[in-house]
């Protein structure tokens, strides 16, 4: 099952607060900017 | 980005703008591993990775979780190995104070006796046995002189 989370500068992130299972497979990291080239994920 | 994983920190990728903006991992981490993932700069980052269970395997067809599994069970158990010692230890020290406090409890129902024993072991030992002596040498210091005079 997908996993997502978006840290934040000076706001770190609690893998207990973003997953209910047992083990966590990371697989990406990804740069984002606020706003400027946010990339619209769509299905056609 | 980093991830610290029971209070130690990692650098899990260094993403800059227009250059490196995204990386790929395969990192597993344990939900009871107390982990925390951050961000220093200014940019903000998407994770992204797949949950598992331990306790529904069959939903995970594309790993094979049999290993984890397996580590998730030696780690419970060696932590169950930790808290038996400890309960031993704690044991041992329950023991060693019943037994300090049994002994106490039987010195202290006891008091007049061994008070008494004290006592008369005390005033025996006060009692002054020098003079004693000393007055029978006296007497016999002055017999001998006595005597001693009498046949000069």
Do not use: C
């Amino acid at each position: 099952m997908f996993w997502g989370a978006v840290v934040k500068p000076n706001e770190p992130v609690k893998l207990v607060d973003t997953a209910d299972s047992d083990i966590l497979r990371l697989s990406t990291a990804v740069l984002g900017t606020q706003g400027s080239n946010n990339i619209d994920l769509s299905i056609h | 980005m980093y991830a610290e994983v029971e209070g130690k920190k990692h650098i899990l990728a260094h993403l800059v703008a227009d250059r490196t903006e995204q990386v790929s991992f395969d990192l597993y981490f344990r939900i009871d591993q107390d982990v925390t993932f951050s961000v220093q700069g200014k940019g903000e980052v998407h994770l992204g990775g797949y949950k598992h269970s331990l306790l529904s395997p069959t939903n995970n067809n594309d790993v094979d979780i049999s290993n984890l599994k397996l580590m998730n069970m030696m780690m419970k158990t060696k932590k169950m190995i930790l808290e038996l010692l400890e309960a031993r230890v704690v044991l041992k020290m329950m023991k060693t104070t019943k037994m300090k406090m049994t002994k106490m409890m039987k010195m202290s129902s006891q008091p007049q006796r061994t008070k008494k024993a004290l006592f008369s072991v005390k005033t025996a030992q006060s009692r002054p046995n020098l003079p004693k002596t000393n007055h029978n040498n006296n007497h016999k210091r002055a017999n001998q002189n006595n005597q001693s005079n009498n046949n000069r």
